[in-house]
T-cell receptor, first 110, second 110 residues
Framework: QKEVEQDPGPLSVPEGAIVSLNCTYS??????FMWYRQYSRKGPELLMY????GNKEDGRFTAQVDKSSKYISLFIRDSQPSDSATYLC??????????FGQGTRLTINP | NAGVTQTPKFRILKIGQSMTLQCAQD?????MYWYRQDPGMGLKLIYY???????DKGEVPNGYNVSRSTTEDFPLRLELAAPSQTSVYFC?????????FGPGTRLLVL
């Protein structure tokens, strides 16, 4: 079983739609739960992170963590063409080391 | 404040050649990392460092070496390039949970 499972997509939605991106994980030692956004030919940049179960909101983005189910989600409301990117879930385990999901490629169509 | 810088941006190597990928950060971060990202995949950790003089292996260290003589610099050495090392290489640094990534080095081994 992979440590992190993330549907690679690609996912294509119309502008204004609500987007749901998901990851499951198997390692109970993961301490922090993160979402990185990566534009084409660029390095990843941190979008959101949390360390507890529940929801965390930042503008149009909501990160959701369910530790009991080992499941995390990222919701994007009122999606914009500028949100088109690859979204990677990531988890921290010791020494600040990150374990990444495969990434979901998202396209928002105008 | 330049953040994390990487050189070169792109390089073609012949099988068996050697090269060093340079990485520097100006944020005074203790933690530094090297990842590789293959097409359509997430990032895999090659090596990391928790401070000057201290390095450790990540998930995929074979064929690579690192050194950390200063806080700012964390070069990655490929000794005998192989086609399997064709990838995009990202360097990152962190002070706490957030990792800041460089723009990447695209390496093609032919």
């Amino acid at each position: 079983q992979k440590e992190v499972e993330q549907d690679p997509g690609p996912l294509s939605v119309p502008e204004g739609a609500i987007v749901s991106l998901n990851c499951t994980y198997s390692n109970s030692a993961f301490q922090y739960f993160m979402w990185y956004r990566q534009y084409s030919r660029k390095g990843p940049e941190l979008l959101m992170y949390t360390y507890s179960s529940g929801n965390k909101e930042d503008g149009r983005f909501t990160a959701q963590v369910d530790k009991s189910s080992k499941y995390i989600s990222l919701f994007i409301r009122d999606s914009q063409p500028s949100d088109s990117a690859t979204y990677l879930c990531a988890f921290i385990q010791g020494a600040q080391k990150l374990v990444f999901g495969q990434g979901t490629r998202l396209t928002i169509n105008p | 404040n330049a953040g994390v810088t990487q050189t070169p941006k792109f390089r073609i190597l012949k099988i068996g050649q050697s090269m060093t990928l340079q990485c520097a950060q100006d944020m005074n971060h203790n933690y530094m990392y090297w990842y590789r990202q293959d097409p359509g995949m997430g990032l895999k950790l090659i090596y990391y460092s928790v401070g000057a003089g201290i390095t450790d292996k990540g998930e995929v260290p074979n064929g690579y070496n690192v050194s950390r003589s200063t806080t700012e610099d964390f070069p990655l050495r490929l000794e005998l390039a192989a086609p399997s090392q064709t990838s995009v290489y990202f360097c990152a640094s962190s002070g706490t949970e957030t990792q800041y990534f460089g723009p990447g080095t695209r390496l093609l081994v032919l």
